[in-house]
């Protein structure tokens, strides 16, 4: 069960992500507050916080007290906010099992690193709303997702992907970009970037790091993305409408972060069930080959 201690002390990350996610910086923070700069930078980093400082910040940046406490679910409806709670959580966990495709970002290559703030920018419309602050907020989420990598890279903590066939095998023929409007070179080279990502998943499955593990599903997926995350005896769920890779999306909906343990279970044992009816080993590597031979023909 998580202390009082450690609720309040998570005050300052959730703090963090949502300002991150608000696109402000501690400076304008602190000009329509009156909370000084240093005051903010103390409250980010877990230092206890005022009472009167907690309902000015709450106030300013539109969230609950209770989302800022961690209260129940948090909801949240920016993707920049969402993978900085993620990044922060996967900090501290000991296990990590995700659901996220067509590739989960953490076993991705640094070339699809390189290619992401494009495909992001390709997947929203011209005529979309506010489109002109998009170029800053997919900087800001590419460094955040950059660096839940590196950190993950650096931890090593156990993880556990599930990876859907049929997914990977539209990404390999669509590739890796963010509209179909794409010339016929450029469609060419986001084909050869999506092959590149499948060959590193088949060369994991070969090489088998130890404490990782990667299931490739052939039945039905669910339709919405998640990661069960733990520290010790404690787990949360995320779960997100936010998308990567093909058909990307880091506009629009709610994703949702909690650990109550009824959610936590039933995740759990949807995770269950599709690891144990999927491939491991040279038997995935093998369907996934397939797959790309079967898009390069």
Known sequence: MTSQYQMISEIGNRLKSYRLGAGLTPEEVAKETGISVASLYRYESGQPIRVDALGKLADFLNISL?????????????????F???????????????????????????????????????????????????????????????????????????????ISASELEQFLAVGFSGNSNLSVGQTAK???????????????????????????????????????????????????????????NVRIGVATITAAEETVQLHQSVTGNLWKHSLKGDAAASTLESLLHGTAD
């Open 84 to 162: 900085e709670r993620l990044r922060q959580i996967e900090a501290e966990a000991d296990q990590i099992t995700v659901l996220f495709g067509p590739v989960p970002y953490l076993l991705t290559t640094d070339a699809y690193d390189e290619l992401l703030p494009k495909v992001l920018l390709e997947s929203v419309p011209e005529t979309a709303a506010n489109r002109e602050d998009l170029e800053s907020s997919v900087s800001q989420l590419v460094n955040i997702l950059k660096h839940r990598k590196q950190a993950f890279r650096a931890r090593k903590p156990n993880i556990i992907g599930l």
């Open 66 to 82: 209770a989302s800022l406490f961690g209260v129940g679910s948090e909801n949240i409806s920016s993707a920049v906010t969402f």
């Open 190 to 248: 986001r084909k050869a970037a999506a092959a590149h990502e499948v060959r590193n998943v088949i060369s994991l499955l070969r090489d088998q790091p130890i404490g990782m593990q990667i299931g490739v599903v052939q039945d039905s997926m669910p339709g919405t993305s998640f990661q069960i995350l733990r520290k010790g005896t404690n787990a949360q769920v995320a779960i997100s409408p936010f998308r990567l890779g093909s058909s990307a």
